[in-house]
């Protein structure tokens, strides 16, 4: 699905400030738990909607134990600067008709969804910590289940594969590019 692997410079900016990225990760799980009660808003039916609603349950759950490996290492949780990432993913986004804006929603939801597993992945790998290593390896198999129903949930309102192809490019550019801020998705 991702057009790209992350870039080798990302790992060790995030490893040298784990502290940051475990912030980022606090804010992005909130994040995607309301993206996700959102499109249970939009929902035509209720499989579709009980699926999603169990999906920002999840998410929360995730927000909860990230808050607590911040409260773990001392780290209080506070404001910061999203990464550029989502934005410019959905910018790519059409807005109307909404079976369209729909389509391309899920579809980017499940891209960013897949770029966290790939991330969780390595961070599993590469993390010394005992308690984080657990905790990037527990997330990982969520992030793979989330992206799939993301994908059959964009099915359910349009032709997917076109609209990943461009909008799995466009996320890969914006990989490619980077940023230099310490985040889950810079």
């Known amino acids: ?75 209080p949780f506070g404001r910061l600067t999203p990464a550029a990432y989502a934005g410019r993913l959905v910018e790519g986004c059409r807005k109307r008709p909404e079976a369209d804006a729909l389509v391309d929603a899920f579809v980017a939801a499940a891209l960013i969804e897949a770029r966290s597993a790939e991330r969780l992945a390595l961070l599993a790998e590469a993390v010394t910590d005992p308690e984080l290593r657990a905790l990037y390896a527990a997330l990982h198999p969520a992030e793979e289940r989330h992206h799939a129903l993301l994908l059959e949930a964009a099915a359910r309102f349009g032709d997917v594969e076109p609209r990943l192809e461009v909008l799995a490019e466009r996320e890969a550019a914006i990989v490619r590019q980077g940023e230099s801020l310490v985040r889950m998705h810079a």
């Open 1 to 75: 699905m991702l057009r790209c692997t992350t870039p080798d410079r990302w790992l060790p900016m995030v490893l040298a400030d784990l502290d940051t990225l475990l912030l980022d990760h606090a804010h992005n799980e909130k994040k995607a738990a309301s993206t996700v009660l959102s499109f249970v808003f939009r929902a035509p039916d209720a499989e579709l909607s009980a699926a999603l609603s169990r999906m920002a349950r999840e998410e929360l759950t995730h927000f909860e134990m990230v808050l607590r490996e911040l409260k773990r290492r001392g780290v």
